[in-house]
């Protein structure tokens, strides 16, 4: 008898470790975001398809990086590829702008046409609930990360498993970016 509990004891404590090891499949398609014209956005939708995040502002020396997101979506947008570009003004007051002057901005200067969110907070005690699964292992099941910039970019595969963030410093039309889209 006591062999059977010890044994169901070891077996009981490999089946919890295993699952907490685990990474949550399909923690990312739990979330919803509003879009910048205020539409609420699934993200099951986004079931089979890669995805980049990204957090962006209209005032930053990287803000020209609009124009090789918008690049990426025209050339792989139709397939399974989706840009969700998330609006902060958490680095330097360089979003100061609201829903209407954001999407003026993109559209009137990069023709951004992929889909962009609401402003939100990426880091701290505000952090939307999103950017709390993209940097912390324990809920992504890969990595923890720092958002240390605008334009920090994270890949989520078909499956909506986390795969990999990229700093800000990386161009998205950078291989590394495309060689991952085209499953290279």
């Not at 952090?127 to 099941?141: D, I, M, S, V």
């Not at 986390?162 to 291989?175: A, F, G, R, S």
Request: glycine letters at 8%; proline letters at 3%; hydrophobic letters at 35%.
């Amino acid at each position: 008898m006591k062999r059977a509990l010890f044994f169901a004891a070891i077996i009981t404590t490999i089946l919890f470790s295993t699952a907490m090891m685990t990474p949550h499949d399909t923690g990312f398609y739990k979330f919803k975001a509003k879009t910048l014209d205020g539409t609420d956005f699934d993200f099951s939708k986004l079931k089979g398809k890669k995805v980049l995040i990204v957090n962006t502002a209209s005032e930053c020396g990287y803000t020209p990086q609009y124009a090789d997101l918008q690049k990426l979506h025209e050339k792989y947008g139709s397939g399974n590829f989706v840009i969700l570009g998330f609006p902060c003004n958490q680095f330097g007051g360089q979003e100061p702008l609201d829903a209407a002057g954001i999407k003026s901005f993109c559209t009137k200067n990069y023709g951004v046409t992929f889909q962009m969110m609401e402003k939100i907070d990426v880091k701290g005690d505000t952090q939307h609930p999103l950017y709390a699964w993209l940097t912390q292992k324990a809920k992504n099941g890969v990595e923890d990360v720092e958002v240390r910039w605008n334009f920090d970019k994270f890949l989520i595969d078909e499956s909506g498993h986390y795969v990999k963030h990229h700093l800000y410093k990386v161009n998205p039309t950078d291989e590394v970016i495309t060689n991952w889209i085209e499953g290279k």
